[in-house]
């Protein structure tokens, strides 16, 4: 007897409009930003990976403050580090 394998379906697909509050910058392919829902001034600040397989990676979310957009630019920094050495070390 065959077995059946059954994937999740989908229910919606929504699409969001992002503004991006900071740039870091793109190393291997990969891009590092600051982003924030379109028309949403009270929505988490968000950093995201954009590019490789998925396209659009959340990565932390961030409260809509200045000081929780201070820490999000540090977490770039730092993630944008992490991803250069990582770059580094599989370019080799």
Do not use: C, Y
């Amino acid at each position: 007897m065959a077995e059946v394998i059954a994937f999740p379906q989908r229910a919606e697909t929504k699409t969001l409009h992002f503004d991006e509050k900071h740039a870091f910058g793109e190393i291997g392919g990969l891009m590092l930003s600051l982003v924030q829902e379109q028309d949403h001034p009270d929505g988490p600040i968000t950093l995201v990976l954009l590019g490789g397989v998925d396209g659009f990676l959340p990565l932390e979310s961030f409260e809509p403050t200045p000081e929780g957009f201070e820490a999000a630019r540090t977490a770039g920094e730092m993630a944008l580090r992490v991803l250069a050495a990582g770059h580094t070390n599989w370019a080799e």
